[in-house]
């Protein structure tokens, strides 16, 4: 009983964040270390139950997730009706009907972590169209939130029902996706690296082709040399590591205690990580980092199966660890006693011709998309180089008939600047009055009897002179202005 209520009490941990243990591990090249070594073996001592140390799951929503796992498991009513809730009903979504029931205090912490979260994704969105260079462009965020499945973005502001059942399933689909994911990647990385092999014998001549191939033949053979792999989660398997690793006698093999020493947390559970850490000793027979033929990603891709295929025959209700119940029937089957021997990776093609030459073949497309962008950008380019060109040309022609405009203003004469003419002062301008008045009087006797200018000018006439502003700089006079100033007049005005 004990141990189904602490399945019960670590449920989100063990269902969600406890599934993806192995994360940080799997993308670490080097081996997971086995450094129990004891001559002697004792029950280890019980400790007060505690939560397992929250792990990264990988999730892009992580922390969201343990934010809230942390605040439901501190509600009372919670924790109890997950004793009495077993996995498939948490994962059908049962579970999430008791949100109604926690407290309010509780509520309210999950509306505010729900409105947090909900922000952070929108400043992700706009962050997103500002680096594609959409500043100007007015951001949907309803519409572009509809892809982050784990919660109700129809209505940011509260934690419901419904937010829980989206974050209990997506949490459950993402984190069974990852293996799958990890394996389309593997095999993606081994077609590149013989599509680049391929690639590089086309360069080559003849002799140098054969040797290539001869050298190529040679680190297969070498690598498939290694001893015999055990059959992963098998009795020779175990006692392998119970007598290397452990420094034990193997005659004295013991499933529980072998289970506890390799608990390495307490928790009761064999986790994915403390799984894997069980193989490092069949994969250091196959896998040399210091080796010309071994490729240590194909070692982790090697250490996935093994673990794959323990949790599939032990795991009996799927929620990705091996309590020690699990363990100990798992020990008693025939798979554990006899089991088959075990295939490597080389001896399993990670893909087939038909998948090599789709992925040729999609990379002959690639390649061919992206000459013909460059030959476009190209084109472009070369298009506004012309246009460059033309700018310059007319900003050229723009620049020399400003400079022609300059030189035709300097060329004009200026006017006079106005003169101010006090009251009974000459103008300066008596100079060139006496010298029209002059030419005036020496015009051909047909022109005597032009009407001449007289001093004395009707009233009205001299109030509307008075009136009347000064023309292109003349003085204002009056009665005592020189005579011919009208003729003066009617020439400055034709004075350019």
Not at 127 to 142: F, R, S, T, Y
Not at 235 to 252: F, I, M, S
Not at 351 to 363: G, I, N, P, V
Not at 415 to 438: G, K, M, R, Y
Request: aromatic share 6%; proline share 5%; net charge negative.
């Amino acid at each position: 009983m004990g141990s189904r209520i602490h399945i019960k009490m670590c449920w989100i941990r063990a269902f969600l964040t406890g599934w993806a243990l192995l994360l940080v591990q799997l993308m670490s090249v080097e081996a997971v270390p086995i450094s129990i070594d004891k001559t002697k073996v004792k029950e280890p001592e019980k400790k007060p139950e505690e939560p397992p140390a929250n792990v990264d799951t990988g999730l892009h929503y992580d922390r969201y997730l343990r934010e809230v796992i942390d605040f439901l498991e501190k509600d009372q009513h919670f924790r109890e009706k997950l004793h009495n809730t077993d996995m498939e009903d948490i994962k059908q979504g049962k579970l999430a009907k008791e949100l109604d029931f926690v407290s309010h205090h509780v509520r309210t912490k999950l509306d505010e972590l729900k409105r947090q979260e909900v922000n952070r994704l929108r400043t992700l969105i706009k962050a997103k169209q500002d680096l594609e260079g959409g500043n100007d462009i007015a951001v949907d965020h309803q519409a572009l939130l509809k892809q982050f499945e784990y919660l109700n973005h129809m209505n940011p502001h509260t934690f419901e029902v419904d937010d829980l059942d989206r974050l209990i399933k997506s949490a459950t689909k993402d984190l069974e996706n990852y293996d799958k994911e990890r394996h389309e990647e593997f095999k993606k990385y081994e077609m590149m690296k013989e599509h680049d092999r391929r690639e590089h014998l086309k360069t080559l001549d003849e002799d140098e082709r054969k040797k290539e191939e001869e050298h190529y033949e040679e680190m297969r053979k070498k690598h498939a040399d290694h001893p015999k792999v055990n059959h992963p989660g098998s009795q020779n398997q175990l006692k392998e590591v119970w007598e290397e690793a452990d420094g034990l006698d193997p005659e004295d093999f013991d499933p529980k205690t072998f289970f506890n020493l390799h608990d390495t947390n307490g928790d009761g559970f064999f986790d994915e990580q403390e799984l894997e850490a069980l193989f490092t000793k069949e994969l250091e027979k196959i896998y040399d980092p210091t080796n010309e033929e071994d490729d240590m990603v194909e070692m982790e891709e090697e250490r996935l199966r093994m673990r794959e295929h323990v949790m599939n025959e032990v795991d009996t209700n799927k929620d990705r660890l091996v309590s020690l119940d699990e363990f100990l029937v798992a020990t008693k089957k025939k798979e554990f006693l006899e089991p088959d021997s075990w295939e490597t990776l080389e001896q399993n093609q990670a893909y087939t011709d038909e998948e090599m030459r789709e992925f040729e073949e999609h990379l002959s497309q690639q390649e061919q998309d992206l000459n013909q962008r460059a030959v476009d950008l190209q084109k472009q380019r070369d298009e506004l180089e012309r246009q460059q060109e033309q700018l310059n040309a007319q900003k050229m022609e723009l620049q020399q008939a400003v400079e022609h405009m300059e030189r035709l203003k300097s060329q004009k004469i200026e006017p006079p600047p106005e003169v101010h003419v006090e009251e009974n002062a000459i103008p300066e301008t008596h100079a060139a009055d006496s010298q029209l008045h002059t030419e005036q009087e020496a015009q051909p006797q047909g022109q005597e009897d032009a009407p001449q200018p007289t001093h004395e000018m009707p009233q009205d006439h001299h109030e509307q002179q008075n009136q009347d502003p000064p023309h292109q700089g003349l003085p204002e006079t009056h009665q005592d202005a020189p005579p011919g100033h009208e003729e003066v007049a009617q020439s400055l005005h034709h004075l350019p």
